[in-house]
């Protein structure tokens, strides 16, 4: 991790502004409280705080070194002691010098130093400490906000396998179905066998480009929805009719892909197979204030035997509709004495998002 200060300017800023009211107060307690003359005041404060202000430039690296995870506590102190007593003695040495041997300040001047070399020695501690506490806040702070990103990026990329994972069970699911509708054809009436094979082959095509979309246009998904009952019509021929009812303002919505798919097969498995009569599968689509309601309903025969299945459909379709929207209120399922209708709710503020 870089340091901070030579990472952003308005830490650095901050940082020089703290060191530039240091010195005023370190000049102010020598010119009126020591008595010592102004100049001398003045390049005590300059050199001494300027010193200081590249040391704890440079205290970032021990404090990232010395990791509070890595070190139990009386390493840590110990590590720290040793290297706050040896940056103040060099601090301490180092401004004597320049100021005594270098810039040749001398005479009453000199005395007041030496005496107070012990106490500049001890503020030099306190410096170390006081700089290293800060340095622990920023590295703790910008952890955390690491590991708030890890998080969410996980999160996400957890989301979006699950998302894809409800998705890809949608696929076989249709397929093996119609591979199995295709097989009792092949002998029976094999020209609506083919022409369920090109039908189904048109229809992969379709979805198998639109994999990697999680979303669609719903005018797209009713286009896919459409051809699957075109495969449906080759075996049940005049047994269903599809009524579609959808205004003109949802068909640029996007919907999550072949978030459909399930309801029409469940309308063929539970309405067509077995009824005797003629199965109107209906959707209705329209804007219910900031909703896109999309509403499937199919008659179906009470006294037939409901075929088994596995019921991914339904629960697949919530799920997803939960994991994109956040929201578990999305899917309402009524069922009266013979009709089946399936209403979903796709909130249009961020339909368009993600």
């Known amino acids: 991790m870089v340091n901070p200060f030579f990472r952003d300017k308005k830490a650095l800023i901050a940082y020089l ?39 704890g430039l440079s205290l970032w690296y021990p404090a990232k070194f010395i990791s509070l995870e890595d070190y139990n506590i009386v390493k840590i102190i110990f590590n720290h002691f040793a290297a706050a007593a040896i940056s103040s003695i060099i601090w301490v040495y180092a401004g004597y010098i320049i100021l005594t041997k270098t810039l040749l300040l001398s005479g009453e001047y000199e005395l007041t130093i030496k005496s107070t070399l012990f106490g ?20 703790y702070y910008n952890n955390f906000q690491q590991k708030l990103i890890n998080e969410a990026e996980l999160k996400s990329l957890v989301k979006e396998a699950e998302l894809k994972n409800l998705k890809y069970q949608i696929n076989p699911h249709f397929i093996f179905n119609s591979l199995n509708s295709i097989s009792s054809l092949t002998l029976s009436d094999p020209k609506s066998a083919q022409e369920m094979t ?25 286009k896919n929805i459409k051809t699957y009952l075109d495969i449906e019509k080759v075996r049940f021929e005049d047994k269903f009719e599809f009524i579609e009812e959808v205004s003109d303002d949802c068909l640029t919505t996007e919907i999550p892909s072949m978030l459909l798919q399930p309801l029409f097969e469940n309308a063929i498995k539970h309405g067509v197979y077995e009824s005797v009569t003629k199965v109107l599968i209906r959707m209705k689509c329209y804007v219910d204030n900031s909703y896109l309601k999309i509403e499937v309903e199919n008659n179906f025969d009470p006294e037939a035997v409901p075929p088994k299945g596995e019921g991914i459909g339904l629960l697949n379709i919530s799920k997803r509709l939960n994991l994109i929207y956040n929201q578990n209120n999305l899917l309402d399922i009524k069922k009266t004495e013979n009709k089946f209708r399936v209403t979903i709710l796709i909130p249009i503020r961020t339909s368009g998002n993600g």
Request: no cysteine; charged share 15%.
């Open 120 to 139: 500049r020695f001890l503020i030099g501690i306190v410096y170390y400490a006081i700089i290293v506490s800060i340095d622990y806040i920023i590295i």
């Open 198 to 222: 090109i039908n189904l082959s048109k229809f992969l095509r379709a979805t198998l480009a639109e994999n990697d979309r999680q979303k669609i246009k719903l005018s797209e998904e009713i």
């Open 17 to 55: 502004s703290i060191w530039i009211i240091i010195s005023f107060i370190h000049f102010f307690v020598l010119y009126s409280l020591l008595n010592i003359n102004f100049e001398y005041s003045l390049l005590d404060s300059a050199v001494f705080n300027l010193l200081y202000f590249g040391i």
